[in-house]
């Protein structure tokens, strides 16, 4: 197998010729932060979350994607990666409903963690932000597509890894959608409510849903007829 040898914040790195520089970073223990990035799927390189300096490049590159090459130097920590990444999170921040402490993902969110991380505790952008509806429609899951990131990993785990194809990216710009088609709901698409979705989504977009949800969602709308079955009783011998 051919390898290159990098320099990452001055350390040699010995690496396959075809890894990213996040590989090669890895491998060199050092930390890059990333989010649309997830180890079991291929990567993307739409968040800029990651982005390093490499020398002689002239912008700053994803290191998820960016391939290595030999003799290359990067750098992953300086004052201009640090500033780009926070600019970056709080883009995505600014159009990312901030309600955490009632958020089914609080605690366990990927972006909430980015954020304390990289010490981002205000949001300089301001902007209108998308209001999108709920949908419940599904037996094992619920989507809340105006807390969605636009990481993709959901659509890749769908098509990619399940092959089910049923969520993926509609209309440009702010209207850019994910899920099924605009107008339909998840039940109406080919979803087969595997939750590999839900697992792989790094925010409250999408996930799997409990019986505590469709209570609440009586009590919403109380013209939906929702039954809460008991769990069977145990017989113990
Ligand atoms: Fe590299 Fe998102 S983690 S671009």
Redesign the pocket.
């Known amino acids: 197998m051919e390898m290159v040898t990098l320099k990452i914040d001055g350390h040699d790195v010995l690496v396959e010729k075809n890894a990213t520089i996040?590989q090669a970073a890895e491998k060199a223990g050092l930390k890059?932060?990333?989010?649309?990035?997830h180890p079991a799927l291929r990567?993307?390189?739409?968040?800029?979350?990651?982005?390093v300096e490499v020398a002689g490049a002239r912008s700053l590159m994803?290191?998820?994607?960016a391939p290595v090459t030999d003799k290359m130097v990067v750098n992953t920590n300086t004052p201009l990666v640090r500033e780009a990444r926070r600019t970056n999170l709080e883009l995505i921040l600014a159009n990312h409903p901030l309600e955490c402490p009632t958020c089914k993902r609080n605690l366990n969110c990927e972006l909430q963690q980015l954020a304390l991380d990289m010490g981002v505790s205000e949001v300089h952008y301001q902007g209108r932000q998308r209001e999108l509806p709920m949908d419940t429609s599904s037996p094992a899951l619920v989507r809340e597509p105006d807390k969605c990131i636009y990481?993709g990993r959901c659509v890749r785990v769908c098509s990619d890894v399940q092959a089910v194809n049923a969520l993926d990216f509609f209309n440009r710009g702010f209207d850019t959608e994910v899920g099924p088609p605009p107008g339909y709901n998840l039940n109406d698409s080919v979803c087969v409510q595997c939750g590999q979705c839900a697992t792989t989504c790094p925010v409250g977009a999408i996930y799997e849903k409990s019986v505590v949800d469709d209570v609440w969602q009586a009590i919403a709308d109380p013209n939906k007829h929702v039954v809460v079955q008991a769990a069977p009783a145990v017989q113990v011998s």
């Open positions: 996040l890059i932060p990333t989010l649309c990035y990567p993307d390189g739409n968040c800029r979350v990651c982005v994803a290191a998820c994607i990481c």
